[in-house]
């Protein structure tokens, strides 16, 4: 399993080219353009392999000319429309997605408590007990999201 917290010999620039260029061909099957400011953020999200808040891409993605918050938040909602860019909701923070789960509902992630690492797991049998339950219930899911915090592997070492 990988976690975005790079291992040793990581090559970074190879990975993140990797999910640049999963992002412009999921676009382009989609027939959705990767607008600059889409790509920039989704850019900065690629390198920093941690969640990060809207106002810290704001920072990274502007330098000089920080562009408006709006202009951030709508790139944000359409990389995590597309299945790009996940929101880890106990930290309102952003990540680049790093795994090519489709539209899979449901995602689960493994957060360090300790360097602040995000893993993603895949759901498999979760998901599958998950929406049987919620249909049982008389419940569609749109999206659900899982957050397990604990300590890595890394940090335990």
Do not use: K, Q, W
Not at 30 to 49: C, N, P
């Amino acid at each position: 399993m990988d976690t975005v917290l790079p291992a040793p010999g990581h090559d970074h620039v190879r990975c993140a080219a990797e999910t640049l260029s999963h992002a412009e061909a999921h676009c382009a099957a989609r027939g959705e353009r990767l607008t600059a400011m889409r790509r920039r953020v989704l850019e900065v999200l690629a390198a920093s392999h941690r969640p990060l808040g809207a106002y810290e891409i704001m920072e990274r993605v502007g330098g000089e000319h920080r562009p408006a918050p709006i202009t951030v938040y709508r790139a944000l909602d359409f990389l995590r429309a597309a299945g790009l860019v996940h929101r880890i909701e106990s930290r309102n923070a952003f990540l680049a997605c790093t795994h090519n789960h489709g539209d899979d509902p449901l995602v689960v992630f493994l957060i360090c408590e300790t360097c602040g690492a995000v893993d993603e797991l895949p759901a498999g049998p979760l998901a599958s007990a998950l929406a049987a339950a919620a249909r049982e219930a008389g419940f569609t899911p749109r999206l659900s999201v899982i957050e397990v915090t604990g300590t890595c592997a890394n940090c335990r070492s």
